[in-house]
């Protein structure tokens, strides 16, 4: 009898133990699906671009920009599950927009001065190199030192890092002609009205390849990263930011460049 009712309590305690963890797994679970559902069920994710690209753009009937990294935010949004639209700011603005919310999401350089409100992706998703162009038997240039005295055409709207204020600081005596466009500023390198072109590969590769341009050479004088930007207002910023950064390793990010840069 005592072996019984012995039994019958080691019954009763299992019985228990597993409808604690029965419960506990249904609230993991749901909990789960929550976070989920409150990630995907937000309406749009708003995304914001450079006006400025890194890449040969094209100009829309809303006269927006089109660049390549726009096929590259489609592509990841479209694996995530999110509907989005998209907006091209100038950069001041754009950053701006992710520092108060207004914008959710982007693609740039990871910039000092929205660390306290964006995450960045722990990985570059894009990197491009930052080039000195130039035609003939000119000495080459390897850092910004050997642009001095020199003429120099750059594009209006780029920073270049640091070098935007080392070419325009009157004491490095550099003459400095400012474009509106990619393809402007190779034409004017190929007619000789400067020596130099400070352009990104990302951009210029398009133009070389399509135009012939007699003995021109290139030499690196930096390397630009880009990196997945999401504002913190942005609801479970942190979890959305996993699953954006597991989705875009899967992701052959040269092969969709190339091909929407083909078209």
């Known amino acids: 009898m005592l072996k019984s009712t012995q039994v019958q309590k080691n019954k009763n305690i299992f019985q228990n133990i597993f409808t604690i963890y029965s419960l ?6 749901n909990c789960s699906a929550d976070l989920n559902n409150n990630i995907e069920n937000k309406t749009e994710i708003k995304y914001g671009y450079p006006n400025q690209s890194i890449f040969i753009a094209t100009v829309n009937g809303k006269e927006q920009p089109i660049t390549p990294m726009l096929s590259v935010a489609k592509e990841l949004f479209e694996r995530a599950n999110l509907s989005w639209n998209s907006t091209a700011y100038p ?27 964006c995450i960045f992706s722990k990985k570059p998703v894009y990197s491009t190199d930052l080039n000195i162009y130039y035609i003939g038997d000119k000495p080459p240039v390897i850092t910004k030192e050997d642009l001095i005295g020199k003429s120099i055409v750059t594009i209006r709207g780029y920073s270049y890092g640091k070098l935007r204020k080392f070419i325009e ?3 490095n005596n550099i003459t400095n ?10 034409r004017m390198l190929e007619l000789g009205r400067v020596d ?8 210029a590769k398009d ?8 003995k021109i050479q290139s030499n690196t004088i930096n390397q630009l990263n880009v990196f997945l930007v999401l504002s913190k207002y942005y609801p479970n910023a942190d979890e959305l930011m996993k699953r954006l950064e597991s989705i875009v ?4 990010i040269n092969e969709i460049i190339s091909k929407t840069s083909n078209n």
Not at 24 to 29: A, S
Not at 197 to 202: Q, R
Not at 207 to 214: A, E, G, L, Q, T
Request: proline residues 2%.
């Open 24 to 29: 506990i797994l249904i609230l993991v679970v």
């Open 91 to 117: 950069a001041k603005r754009l950053f701006r927009n992710l520092k108060n919310g207004e914008t959710d999401f982007s693609i740039l350089v990871r910039a000092s001065s929205l660390l306290e409100s």
């Open 169 to 171: 600081d009157p004491k």
């Open 177 to 186: 002609e400012v474009t509106n466009t990619h393809n402007s500023a190779f």
């Open 196 to 203: 130099y072109l400070l352009d990104y590969e990302s951009a």
């Open 207 to 214: 133009i070389i390849s399509k135009n012939s341009i007699s």
């Open 249 to 252: 390793e899967s992701i052959n």
